[in-house]
């Protein structure tokens, strides 16, 4: 071999180690990207190949809402949502924002200009995979450059933030339509446009004296990056107006490098620079989306952004002219931070003062986002907003050694000036905000989508410095690398890889993917809202009243000036729970009175509590007049609604889950103490023959308006009907879940807390084999019922007539049996005192006819009577019996029907009907009944129904 060959091949050798170093990192973050792409789309297909809309979130129904809105008028978003909240409306900020716009232009993009429902869809489905891909660039950047440029820092980083199956991934999966990735991403690019301004200004040194002579030469560079850094941050806030969580952090941030800066010694003109430019372009472009002109309502684009943004610009102004006026004045430099927190404590006794609802809006920020210090009662029902239960333990699943290589980070990073290196503001940016992103994860579950940015960078920082210890180069020959080395190299791969690989995690990100899959909450739903869709009047065409044009599902409707939207009469609103209100406006397009962003939440907590039908409508009342009703610990309504005001709540939504799992939600908003819900029970669950003492739903969870209306179907109601119930069935009760090892021995019993569980019906007594074990779930009082159930309040036609001779009668009976569309039949039942003379009135809300539909402003209702309703009265000597049509108009416009033509039969004459049988289930102690088997006992219907119910199971089998 030539010695040119040789030299040849060492130059090529050369060229590929060279070419190695210098792009290497960035074709592993690619490859990196690439991962985080597929992983994130793993499960687009589940979403793509079915016959309707599905996302995973609940927030996400109201994204589409805004994007598809945003896709009709392209390219404004909407100033004003009339379709939720009824009867106010709702400034919806905290959507409605640059995201939506985004996906807007990414479906305008998939559909060349004019985008089908399936491509706005597909828009929804891969926005947040893109943006979440996405951030893998700044979180490079950021670790590199808080690393000295180290480019094995930031592909570090970015391992971190693609094998991370945390929220992050969970939140950015194709389904999960929501902006919560959006705001990492934009949090992320406002990070890194700091730091790039930051070591700007400590390369160019601004300080006012060069401001003063507009030496634009220097300050140019340092502006231009300050400028920058104002954008990025205000884009962030255009996609999450609460956004301003960040500018604190900044505030702090500011404070205590200007603090630094000037007891070591530099000039804190240099930073102040930064902070005074880039808050002012915040605050100034944050006013351009001001729309709501208040200081407290942080989830809107409103004051408190833009005055945040200026007074940190002014902090960071008067801190580098104190640290002049100290300097002239020869004052020990160490006492400044001192003088700077009195300053700042003393602003806050201020503020406190002269404006109490700023100040406390600040303060509950700071306590309930920033730091773990305390949530609201009602706040801690949403499930994202409570805390982790043990933070070491999640983080563990979800960075695996991330959390102590941040932690390690935070402590390298604070070390460097004690150990000789470089400290830059860069560094007190990235443990400030690390450690506030730290207080944010503790504080609620949610913001862990954050906290992966700082570990992620963290952990590069502190795998650099832990490989730069050895000296390790690319370019070195295998046989030159020590063996400490190559443990070194073993030692990071080990801390990378192995936590979060297959059989050694809990779960890795593809694992996240996997099971994420469409279904859930929102095909439970959809049927019962297309139903509201189709077979309900319009909005604005209740009872005819024709003003449908005037609420036009993409409309746009000016905010109104005192906050309350002024529906037009044919407007109505539908009564469920806050969490479904999303559901409601999307899928059925009708108006939800509570909804998501837990406005009116109380009022439908009242309502769904009611203990009787009379407190029940008296909520409904208030709620059209315009009140925000409550109930008192006894159960009262707190507010006494006008007489005579319109129906504008005519329709209630409920599912098995505000019967089981989510009525502690519900009881915790307003009235009594909801311990009176649940009480103890001694049930016999077949084990061993014994009875087991367990928690159970008392008799004051069965007199609200939610069991009556979901449990009896309106049984007993004078003004509500059940319209429709979903063709999907679910069970409610109490579960045990008993675990016998294998051979069988005594059973270990093991009730859930008070609360009742909802699981489907195929739930029943599962059985599954695992470890040795056999685990067996028992149910105890347990419903079967329509996953959802639709019921409509209606003025309730009255029968009225006489019975003669009824000797030593007192009350009178009325039943219809009815059929839901699912096939499911059912008994109306309704009883009433009579007269002394034998006259009565019953009010009853079912028709025996459907013949209004939506098009004349009333519902298409799938539940049809078969027959007439049977009016019954037990005498001492026989039954009278008579039967009576009640049309749909007596219904809705409260007619009166007389009921007359009753037959009598002797009971000597039911005796001969049955010759033989002593047990006829028609005769019970002297007292009769209709024929359906339910004691008649001249007691209220609703009281024996609940002692009934309490005494044993109550299940309904489903058609099969």
């Known amino acids: 071999m030539s010695s040119e060959t040789a030299d040849a091949r060492a130059l090529q050798a050369d060229d590929v180690v060279a070419y190695a170093e210098r792009y290497g990192h960035l074709a592993l973050v690619g490859v990196l990207m690439v991962f985080m792409l597929w992983v994130r789309l793993k499960n687009l297909g589940s979403f793509r190949g079915r016959d309707r809309l599905a996302f995973t979130g609940i927030d996400s129904w109201y994204h589409w809402r805004a994007t598809d809105w945003t896709v009709q008028n392209f390219p404004w978003v909407m100033p004003y949502e009339v379709y939720t909240g009824f009867p106010d409306g709702n400034n919806v900020d905290q959507f409605n924002t640059l995201f939506d716009q985004f996906v807007a232009l990414l479906a305008m993009l998939i559909g060349l200009g004019s985008p089908t429902q399936s491509d706005i869809y597909l828009a929804a489905l891969i926005a947040g995979p893109i943006l979440a891909t996405l951030t893998a660039i700044p979180v490079y950047l950021i670790a590199k450059r808080v690393s000295g440029d180290n480019r094995f820092a930031g592909l570090v980083a970015v391992i971190i933030l693609a094998l991370s199956p945390g929220e992050f991934t969970r939140r950015s999966l194709a389904g999960n339509f929501d902006h919560h990735v959006a705001e990492a991403l934009l949090m992320a690019v406002a ?59 900044l505030g702090i941030f500011f404070a205590v490098q200007l603090a630094l800066d000037f007891v070591r010694g530099v000039s804190p003109d240099h930073v102040a620079f930064v902070g005074v430019v880039s808050m002012a372009v915040t605050a100034l472009f944050s006013l351009l989306k001001t729309d709501v002109y208040s200081l407290t309502e942080v989830t809107q684009y409103s004051l ?249 599902y993409y409309g746009t409707y ?182 016998r090892p294998l051979p069988f021995s005594n059973a270990i019993l093991n009730a859930d807390s008070w609360g009742p569980m909802v699981e489907n019906t195929s739930m029943l007594y599962e059985r599954e084999r695992k470890n040795g074990n056999l685990t067996r779930t028992n149910f105890y009082e347990p419903h079967v019922e329509s996953s959802l159930k639709t019921f409509e309040r209606v003025e309730g036609a009255t029968m009225t007539g006489q019975v003669e001779n009824a000797t030593n009668a007192s009350s009178i009976r009325v039943s219809l049996e009815l059929e839901t569309a699912p096939g499911r039949t059912f008994t109306y039942t309704q009883n009433a005192e009579l007269g002394d003379d034998g006259s009565f009135e019953v009010t009853v809300p079912y028709a025996t006819d459907n013949v209004r539909g939506p098009d004349e402003g009333y519902t298409d209702s799938s539940v049809t009577a078969n027959g007439n309703y049977s009016v019954v009265v037990q005498g001492d000597d026989g039954i009278h019996q008579a039967s009576a049509n009640v049309s749909e108009g007596a219904v809705y416009d409260g007619e009166s029907i007389a009921v007359d033509g009753f037959e009598f039969t002797s009971y000597d004459d039911l005796f001969e009907t049955n010759p033989g049988d002593e047990s006829d289930e028609n005769v019970t102690d002297g007292n009769a009944t209709d024929g359906e088997g339910d004691t008649e006992s001249g007691s209220d219907n609703e009281s024996d129904a609940t002692s009934e119910r309490i005494s044993g199971p109550d299940v309904r089998v489903p058609p099969q």
Request: hydrophobic share 45%; aromatic share 10%.
């Open 558 to 739: 000016e905010r109104p000036a005192d906050g309350d939207y002024d529906y037009p009469g044919g407007a109505y609103g539908v009564m469920s729970w806050w969490d479904y209100g999303h559901f409601i406006t999307s899928q059925g397009e009708r108006i939800p009175h509570a909804n998501p962003f837990q406005q009116h939440a109380r009022s439908a907590s009242a309502f769904l509590q009611a203990p009787s039908e009379d407190a029940a409508n008296e909520v409904l009342d208030a709620i059209s007049a315009g009140m925000e009703p409550r109930l008192d610990a006894s159960g009262n309504v707190t507010v006494d609604a006008p007489e005579d005001v319109d129906n504008d709540v005519p329709y209630v939504m409920i599912d098995h889950k505000m019967a089981g799992e989510k009525f502690p939600a519900i009881a915790r908003w307003t009235g009594p103490n909801r311990a009176i819900y649940g009480t103890q029970k001694d049930i016999n669950l077949g084990v061993q023959n014994e009875s087991q003492t367990l928690p159970a739903f008392s008799d004051a969870y069965y007199d609200t308006q939610l069991a009556r209306l979901y449990l009896d179907d309106a049984s007993g109601m004078e003004h509500y009907r059940l319209v429709h119930e979903a063709d999907e069935w679910a069970l409610v009760g109490g579960q045990v879940t008993q675990t």
């Open 191 to 249: 990070i890194y446009a700091l730091v790039v301004a930051l070591r700007s200004a400590e390369r160019d040194k601004p300080i006012w004296e060069l401001v003063t002579s507009r030496d634009w030469s220097l300050l140019r560079t340092p502006t231009k990056y300050s400028v920058l850094a104002g954008v990025a941050i205000t884009l962030y806030l255009w996609v999450w107006p609460a956004g301003i969580v960040l500018i604190g952090i």
């Open 304 to 552: 408190i952004q833009p005055a945040l943004a200026v007074l940190v610009a002014l902090g960071c102004l008067f801190m580098a002219w104190l640290a002049r006026q100290w300097e002239t004045r020869e004052l020990e430099r160490v006492y400044y931070p001192a003088a700077i927190l009195g300053l700042v404590a003393a602003g806050l006794v201020v503020l406190w003062i002269a404006l109490p609802d700023l100040y406390n809006t600040v303060m509950t920020n700071v306590t309930t986002r920033l730091l773990p210090i305390r949530s609201t009662d009602t706040a801690l029902t949403v499930q994202e907003v409570q805390p982790p239960d043990d933070i070491v333990r999640r983080a563990a699943r979800s960075f695996g050694m991330g959390l102590y290589l941040f932690i390690l980070g935070l402590v390298l990073l604070i070390a460097r000036p004690f150990v000789g290196d470089r400290f830059r503001a860069e560094h007190t940016l990235v443990i400030v905000w690390g450690l506030f992103l730290l207080g944010m994860a503790a504080s609620q579950s949610r913001f862990w989508y954050y906290f992966v940015l700082p570990v992620s960078i963290l952990s590069g920082y502190t795998i650099a410095q832990v490989v730069g210890l050895i000296d390790l180069n690319p370019s070195d020959r295998v046989r030159d690398v020590k063996g400490y080395q190559v443990l070194t190299i073993l030692l990071v791969l080990t801390v990378l890889f192995v936590p979060f690989a297959p059989g050694i995690a809990s779960y890795t990100a593809p694992d996240i993917a996997d099971a994420v899959q469409p279904g859930g909450e929102s095909d439970t739903w959809a049927e019962g809202n297309e139903f509201l869709q189709e077979n309900t009047p319009e909005p604005g065409n209740l009872y005819g009243a024709g003003n449908e044009s005037e609420l036009d």
